[in-house]
């Protein structure tokens, strides 16, 4: 989702008088229009900040296998050569995309210049082709043709590419909400199926005595509740949504959190198939982080491209399988604690026990340019109603100020209850 309002396409079928048509070069000189040129100046910054605490940790403080360090930085390599291209590709997709009248109007820009602006629709499309393009080229480097975990990748990539498929349907024909929460149950199916790692769980120290087991294999019940992990994460990064830049950010400020958190897991562990299982998860997530920042540079307020639920969609499923093959999806559902209050926040509206209300966006002041919350359940009105009047901008850094402090203090707990497990 993002802060727009579609513009309804044209159904008639009867002929258009020849004095209203405009000419080809007209026509094409309207919709090929550039985009503002990328804020690489935000990239830099972004970048430097999440990158040094990492590579930090990569190289300097953990005593990490050759093998596996050759590995991630072949997989940065690759990842680094994505940001560029999808830098380069979001100009060209955007003209496409306005020539085929799906674009949109920043609805928290109404009443102003901006707001009558054609932002070209559904760039997440170009995000999620690159990282999978990525992805499959990075298996001839780490990937023999008997691994173990190669049939477990590529059924990732292909729930991803399921869920990325389905994103872009829905933002072609606005899928209802009751179908939506659908879409990712069958998307995750191809993961689900090919899924060999553990189904058990460790039970907290306190808790033994009284469970009468130190390990609980659940079962199908695991596959289960993998399966409500990939609709939670795919949805929650939908419904957090209506405000340029706050999808993709929260993607970037989560995907860095949880590269940290791989880091830490591969230097503290002696067991190779732990390691590999935190190693895997670092090979898909640096590909979406790369191209996501790709994405925030044209993203970032004022947005000059809207990302769509085809990146909604792709960033939610991508990040769910990173936790389910990573092993850390408890870890990972701390991470979205931001989106489980906005679910929560908006989960009696979605299932219809309190009425919603006619404007679910903040409503904006073109003679201000603040934004004013509304009793919509959500994590932006709710903020808003907290903190009051906010433009755009400070309010996007305030909601992924708040999802950098939701991570740190998911290692701050893991610190304190590591005691519990070990």
């Known amino acids: 989702m993002a802060a727009r309002k579609r513009a309804s396409a044209n159904t008639s079928s ?7 048509a405009r000419p080809k070069s007209q026509e094409q000189a309207s919709t090929d229009s550039p985009i503002a040129p990328p804020k690489l100046g935000v990239i830099l910054k972004l970048t430097l900040f999440f990158s040094l605490p990492y590579f930090y940790l990569l190289f300097r403080h953990y005593e990490i296998e050759q093998e596996i360090r050759r590995s991630i930085l072949i997989n940065a390599g690759l990842s680094l050569a994505g940001f560029f291209i999808t830098v380069k590709m979001i100009p060209v997709a955007s003209r496409y995309v306005l020539r085929r009248n799906l674009f949109g109007y920043d609805i928290n820009k109404k009443g102003t210049p901006q707001g009558t602006i054609k932002v070209p629709e559904s760039l997440g499309i170009v995000v999620g082709i690159v990282f999978l393009v990525v992805a499959i080229l990075f298996q001839y480097f780490n990937f023999t043709a008997d691994s173990n975990w190669l049939v477990e990748y590529n059924a990732a990539l292909a729930s991803i590419c399921f869920m990325l498929l389905l994103g872009f349907v829905d933002d072609v024909l606005d899928v209802p909400w009751r179908v939506k929460l659908l879409l990712p149950s069958f998307a995750a199916l191809p993961l689900l199926m090919a899924y060999a790692g553990h189904t058990t769980i460790i039970i907290p120290k306190p808790l033994v005595p009284y469970v009468g087991l130190d390990i609980l294999d659940l079962g199908w019940i695991y596959k289960l509740y993998m399966g409500l992990l990939a609709v ?16 993709v950010g929260q993607t970037i400020v989560i995907s860095s959190a949880i590269l940290i958190h791989n880091i830490m897991q591969i230097g503290a562990s002696s067991d190779s198939e732990h390691k590999q299982a935190h190693a895997f998860s670092i090979y898909l997530v640096q590909p979406l982080l790369a191209t996501s920042l790709a994405l925030f540079s044209y993203n970032w307020y004022p947005s000059s491209v809207f990302v769509g639920d085809t990146y909604t969609y792709f960033a939610g499923m991508t990040m769910a399988v990173i936790g389910i093959l990573g092993h850390f999806s408890e870890t990972l559902l701390i991470f979205f604690a931001p989106q489980v209050l906005n679910f ?3 989960l009696p509206q979605l299932a219809g026990i309190v009425p ?17 919350g509304t009793n919509d359940g959500t994590l932006v009105n ?7 009047r906010l433009s755009e901008k400070s309010l996007c850094i305030y909601l992924l100020v708040f999802q950098a402090i939701a991570c740190f203090f998911c290692f701050v707990l893991r610190y304190f209850l590591a005691g519990w497990y070990k």
Request: proline share 10%.
């Open 344 to 346: 929560l926040l908006s």
């Open 382 to 388: 709710f903020f808003l109603r907290q903190l009051g």
């Open 356 to 372: 919603c209300p006619r404007h679910r966006l903040p409503r904006f002041d073109p003679q201000t340019g603040l934004l004013t």
């Open 14 to 20: 009867e002929p258009q008088p020849k004095e209203n």
């Open 232 to 247: 939670f994460c795919t949805n929650s990064i939908n419904i957090h949504a209506g405000l340029n830049g706050l999808e």
